[in-house]
């Protein structure tokens, strides 16, 4: 299937890795040109080995999404080198690395991190690019969020509120773009073996005596075997598909929906 993404300008937030890096990866193979955007060192050699691979105009740029400035500056660059830039993928976060369980296990001081970097960094992300996609009235944005955002997950209790409010906040963005042509949408993975799920293993394990210390991979694979009714992982390119089916015109009429990859996790009765 054509998604007709050749040719168009992609931002991936958080593109250096994990699920910001399948959905860049994603993007380019349909032939779209793509900045990542990540704190990374090693940002800009992985978008060259990405550009490289797909045959597309890539760039890589370390950009604080907690910084307005920088990302304002970055938006200048890449549109200088790539062109308007029509999708925007929003994957950088943060977790606290504490394990919240009861949640007066991450004291409030580790909130103000990740709400800032977790919420106003969509926020700022939002404000720099939404004006130009106004004024040529088109454009797609998509924010991964997660699966924790919906259920209440006492794994991180900031996490999981940082992402129920991004897909709040994408719901009020899809309202407010509609009118102009441009789509909002939000992705939540479910289970997912990126470093942040293993510094949540890592948080766990710290606390739990001697006796009862597990691998990472003892204690997330018997999690995903009781949760996740499919019993496996998702993979970054799972995640990566329906970001990139949602950034194009497949999906013209879809805006401000949030729909899970999950395995079955969140089922919706």
Same mark, same amino acid.
């Given at each position: ?10 931002v ?11 959905? =860049? ?15 990374? !060192? ?6 060259a080995?990405?550009?490289?691979? $797909? ?10 999404? %907690?910084?307005?400035?920088? &990302?304002? #500056? $970055?938006?200048?660059?890449t549109?200088?080198?790539?062109g /308007? ?8 976060? &943060?977790? %606290?690395g504490r ?7 991450? /004291?409030a *001081?580790? @909130?103000?991190?990740v ?6 960094g969509?926020?700022?992300i939002a ?9 040529r ?10 699966v924790?955002?919906?259920i209440? %997950?006492?794994?991180d209790? !900031?996490?999981?509120?940082?992402? =129920? $409010?991004?897909i709040?906040? $994408? ?7 509609? /009118? ?6 939000? #992705?939540?993975p479910?289970?997912?073996?990126? !470093?942040?799920?293993? %510094?949540?293993?890592?948080? @766990? ?18 999690? #995903? ?5 499919l019993?496996r @992982?998702?993979?970054?390119?799972? &995640? =990566?598909?329906? #970001? ?7 999906? *013209? ?5 949030? &729909? ?8 919706? @009765?």
């Open positions: 299937m054509d998604l007709f993404l050749s040719g168009q300008n992609a991936v937030t958080g593109g250096a890795s994990g699920i910001g890096l399948a959905c =860049a990866t994603a993007l380019a193979s349909e032939g779209c040109h793509v900045a990542l955007w990540d704190l990374s !060192p090693s940002t800009a050699d992985v978008a080995s990405l550009g490289q691979k $797909a045959g597309v105009k890539t760039e890589g740029l370390i950009v604080d999404v %907690s910084q307005p400035a920088t &990302i304002e #500056v $970055a938006r200048l660059q549109e200088e080198l790539l /308007p830039v029509t999708i925007v993928v929003h994957s950088a976060a &943060i977790s %606290s394990f919240g369980f009861p949640f007066t296990n991450v /004291p *001081s580790l @909130w103000d991190r709400l800032d970097v977790n919420i106003l969509m926020v700022h404000h720099a690019f939404a004006p130009q996609m106004v004024e009235r088109s454009g797609s944005f998509v924010f991964v969020a997660s924790a955002g919906q209440g %997950s006492q794994t209790p !900031p996490y999981s509120a940082s992402k =129920a $409010a991004n709040n906040f $994408a719901q009020c963005m899809a309202k407010d773009l509609a /009118p102009h042509g441009v789509r909002v949408n939000t #992705v939540c479910g289970m997912v073996q990126t !470093p942040l799920n293993q %510094s949540v293993w890592r948080a @766990w394990n710290d606390q739990q005596p001697p006796e009862l210390r597990r691998t990472y991979e003892d204690w997330a694979n018997e999690k #995903v075997k009781n949760v996740i009714p019993k @992982w998702q993979k970054p390119e799972d &995640i =990566a598909n329906l #970001v990139t089916f949602l950034a194009s015109e497949r999906a *013209s009429e879809m805006t401000g929906q949030t &729909i899970n990859v999950d395995g079955g996790f969140v089922m919706h @009765w």
